[in-house]
């Protein structure tokens, strides 16, 4: 045991300590959270090598496994015979048992009884994270039972049920449509807009009338979305005046990318949205030629001059991204970055180079960070809205989960994007905004991040900021 412990120190001499306000939670809450995160491991475990469709066996017959292997790895890994785990399983399963397992260290030091020293050496060897995928994921059902055994020995939680928050309003405009984010371009958009990504045909129309009657006015979509003609004609039959529209889309296609090819994309989507100009027009993500990236970049710029975007973006950008941009040495810089922004994954990343990006966006760049999937797992397993403290903190505001989750978004980025297809959660969505919840419960929902760090979702630090006005020293490479 002395010799884990010692191993433990050593693999996390490098970690920082939990923050406080991870250490101010109750024994009851850590417990609640810890036993949460073993059922979601658990269900994961499961179902790793089940088909999520029923027509998985089709498709596999019809060839799918090769024409399209990375969505039919994920849906239908038995059709395809691909229950092998790849590196990245191996990373999203270890984050899920990582939040177990700190959570579990935090019930016990809450309830006075220190830190277990079998809990932290499985700590340490989490963290080594084994190079063969296999072994990790062989390791986890045996983690699974240690910690339900290690929580079992705590002191009984209260009988009573976990807090649920109250039900979402029904009725009334959101008090968010008086509320803006101003750009660095002297626009403004709605804080909260309303993505369409995985809509299409009747679905994308329907889910968009209904986000614009509930009170979204800021609408996304984007070419490779395939639904740009069906979110038009929505925002068309809508009634809704263009002037209080703010309507985004976005550069995604590799054959877009270069001048000429810039300028076509853009105007094929303002044919199919059946409008004169965009509010906000992004590239989808960054581009390996740094001369093809900047020479996309002129012809949007010339595009705003134009007339026809009002303001300029860019999504799934990181600090060396944005660089590779200054480096070019273009007038118009990014109003908005669109990136996955979640109380794990801040500003697109598990590390604390979310932070720094963060940080640079506000201070160095006055850019404003529009969150997308601040809800969902996405890309990894640990879902945001199952986090045992986010529901007793919405429970404690009387908002609900979501809504706590979306107004944390807004408030340390700028902006977020959600999506809904029933009415009762895109009222739900649609008024986050309309309640305050203070500064500690933002710090509350910010240190959860530190529950999913490690060394193998980390990478190197980033460029350290340099000082306003001064040159720009030369950086490493990441």
């Known amino acids: 045991m002395a010799h884990a412990r010692a191993l433990l120190l050593a693999v996390l001499a490098l970690e920082p300590p939990p923050p406080e306000a991870l250490r101010r939670a109750t024994a009851p809450a850590a417990r609640r959270a810890a036993e949460d995160a073993i059922t979601e491991l658990r269900t994961h475990l499961a179902a790793f090598c089940a088909d999520a469709s029923a027509d998985c066996a089709g498709w596999a017959r019809a060839g799918e496994c090769a024409r399209n292997p990375a969505f039919m790895r994920d849906a239908c890994r038995a059709a395809c015979d691909a229950c092998e785990p ?11 048992a990582l939040i177990a397992l700190r959570n579990a260290q935090i019930a016990r030091a809450a309830a006075g009884l220190g830190e277990d020293g079998a809990l932290g050496a499985r700590e340490a060897a989490l963290l080594r994270a084994p190079a063969a995928p296999a072994e990790i994921m062989r390791a986890l059902p045996a983690l699974a039972d240690e910690l339900a055994s290690a929580l079992a020995l705590l002191p009984p939680a209260s009988a009573s049920a976990p807090p649920t928050a109250g039900a979402p309003p029904t009725a009334g405009a959101p008090r968010h449509r008086s509320r803006s984010l101003a750009l660095n371009d002297g626009h403004a958009a709605p804080p909260l807009g309303f993505g369409t990504w995985l809509l299409t045909g009747e679905a994308a129309y329907a889910a968009v009338r209904q986000a614009l009657d509930v009170g979204f006015r800021h609408i996304d979509t984007s070419e490779n979305y395939a639904n740009e ?10 009634g809704v005046p263009r002037a209080e529209l703010f309507i985004a889309t976005k550069l995604s296609f590799a054959s877009s990318y270069g001048g000429p090819q810039a300028r076509a994309a853009l105007e094929r989507s303002l044919r199919a949205l059946g409008v004169d100009y965009v509010d906000l027009y992004m590239l989808h993500g960054p581009h390996a030629d740094a001369r093809v990236l900047a020479d996309t970049w002129r012809s949007l710029e010339a595009a705003r001059a134009d007339g026809l975007v009002r303001s300029l973006g860019v999504s799934n950008f990181g600090l060396r991204e944005l660089r590779a941009l200054d480096a070019a040495g273009l007038t118009v810089p990014p109003a908005v970055v669109q990136n996955k922004h979640s109380i794990y994954r801040h500003g697109g990343s598990t590390d604390y180079a979310g932070d720094d990006l963060l940080a640079e966006l506000r201070v160095a760049r006055n850019a404003s960070l529009v969150a997308y999937c601040t809800l969902n797992a996405w890309p990894g397993l640990a879902r945001p809205l199952a986090d045992a403290r986010v529901r007793a903190l919405a429970a404690r505001l009387d908002v609900t989960p979501a809504q706590l ?37 933002l710090d509350e929902l910010s240190a959860l991040r530190w529950l999913a760090r490690a060394p193998w979702n980390r990478g190197p630090p980033e460029p350290e900021v340099p000082a306003a006005g001064t040159a720009r020293a030369a950086k490493t490479e990441l």
């Open 229 to 238: 003609e069906d979110v038009g004609r929505a925002l068309r039959d809508s």
């Open 86 to 96: 790849s590196a990245s399983d191996a990373i999203n399963y270890a984050e899920v």
């Open 405 to 441: 989750l979306l107004r944390w978004a807004v408030e340390t980025g700028g902006g977020a994007l959600t999506r809904a297809t029933t009415r009762r959660h895109a009222v739900e969505n649609a008024a986050a905004l309309d309640t305050p919840i203070g500064r500690d419960a």
